[in-house]
């Protein structure tokens, strides 16, 4: 049951200066940061990101706003470990759309504009932080972001109250 997931605070989320509060509520809520770097991707390395998934469920003007959107600054890329961590990491960092995402998550407290106005103004919708959807996407991009060397295996003050 404990799985690994991967973050990635958006270069909206830098530019805001909201690394270390996005860093806190993860932090807060016992999972563990096994790993983390800021970087600034080309386009080539977001496409592996953002794949072809994206196209299939968004369109593809949206794919091709979000990878300009994520190569216009740097990004801050983590794994974050624990029980359930795919599920619990996305309810920390709330609901896709701005509009609606719940108050007390990442995306409902920090963001609040609509798909309707991204989608008028063709914008992608600035979510300051992108979270695995599920295990299958958690293992491909803790892959593709990390090698195994710049993962750490270490104990914690969480982990007293896990084992
Ligand atoms: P999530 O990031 O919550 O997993 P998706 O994987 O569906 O959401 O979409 C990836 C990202 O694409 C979103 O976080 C958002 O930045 C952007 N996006 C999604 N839908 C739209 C849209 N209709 N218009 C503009 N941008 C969008
Ligand atoms: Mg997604």
């Given at each position: 049951m404990i799985e690994r997931t991967f973050v990635m605070i958006k270069p909206d989320g830098v530019k805001r200066a909201l690394i270390g509060e996005v860093i806190r509520r993860f932090e807060n809520s016992g999972l563990k940061l096994i790993g983390m770097k800021m970087l600034h991707v080309d386009k080539d390395f977001a496409k592996k990101h953002y794949t072809e998934d994206i196209t299939v469920r968004r369109g593809e003007a949206v794919r091709n706003m979000l990878l300009d959107y994520v190569v216009e600054g740097p990004v801050v890329a983590m794994v974050w470990e624990g029980v359930v961590a795919i599920e619990v990491v996305r309810k920390i960092v709330g609901g896709t759309e701005p509009r609606t995402a719940v108050p007390g998550t990442i995306r409902g407290d920090?963001?609040?504009?609509?798909?309707?106005?991204?989608?008028?103004?063709?914008?992608?919708?600035?979510?300051?932080?992108?979270?695995?959807?599920?295990?299958?996407?958690?293992?491909?991009?803790?892959?593709?972001?990390?090698?195994?060397?710049?993962?750490?295996?270490?104990?914690?003050?969480?982990?007293?109250?896990?084992?």
């Open positions: 920090y963001t609040h504009v609509s798909y309707a106005y991204a989608d008028a103004k063709k914008l992608p919708v600035k979510n300051i932080i992108h979270a695995s959807g599920d295990a299958k996407d958690a293992a491909h991009e803790v892959a593709l972001w990390f090698s195994a060397k710049e993962l750490f295996s270490y104990t914690n003050v969480h982990d007293v109250h896990l084992y």
